[in-house]
């Protein structure tokens, strides 16, 4: 069954490549200009609204890192020896508060934008790797 907002969708997804086609446009430069120049003002004029409230609708993020959410995720088992394989490298698992070892446990690899790696279970992260894959030495808490 599709919905109105579904139908609605569809047809601005299939009016653009006509668009695109009827001015000529063939290759991606001219379709980007076409975009920015023609398409979305346009577009933005047809269906923008005006707020009824003043201010912004964003509201900070407080007590999440962003980081976490905003990286590459994936999904891996730790093998007996307590390392998760990625991208052709180990990632040993060091021995921690909760554990003495991960073996046979799913856990997550986030992948940063600066090439950097962190291995999670659940909510905690277990271990963090420079961009050439090497343990971080976590660093102390002050007494």
């Known amino acids: 069954m599709t919905t109105k907002i579904q139908k609605w969708g569809n047809s ?3 009016r653009l490549p ?7 446009i063939t290759d991606m430069v001219a379709a980007n200009r076409y975009l920015k120049d023609a398409y979305l003002p346009n577009f933005n004029a047809e269906f923008m609204h ?3 409230q003043e201010g912004s609708a964003f509201t900070p993020s407080i007590g999440v890192n962003i980081d976490d959410i905003l ?3 994936y999904e891996r088992t730790v093998s007996a020896d307590n390392c998760v394989s990625f991208e052709g490298k180990k990632l040993q698992i060091p021995k921690n508060e909760y554990r003495c070892n991960y073996i046979r446990v799913k856990v997550r690899v986030h992948r940063y ?3 950097s790696l962190a291995v999670f279970h659940g ?3 277990l271990a963090d790797y ?7 030495e976590k660093k102390k808490m002050a007494a």
Request: glycine fraction near 6%; proline fraction near 3%.
């Open 12 to 14: 601005l997804a299939m």
């Open 123 to 125: 909510p905690r992260r």
């Open 113 to 115: 934008s600066d090439g």
């Open 18 to 24: 006509k668009e695109l086609a009827f001015h000529g």
């Open 50 to 52: 005006q707020s009824s």
């Open 71 to 73: 990286c590459e995720q």
């Open 130 to 136: 420079d961009s050439n894959r090497q343990l971080k």
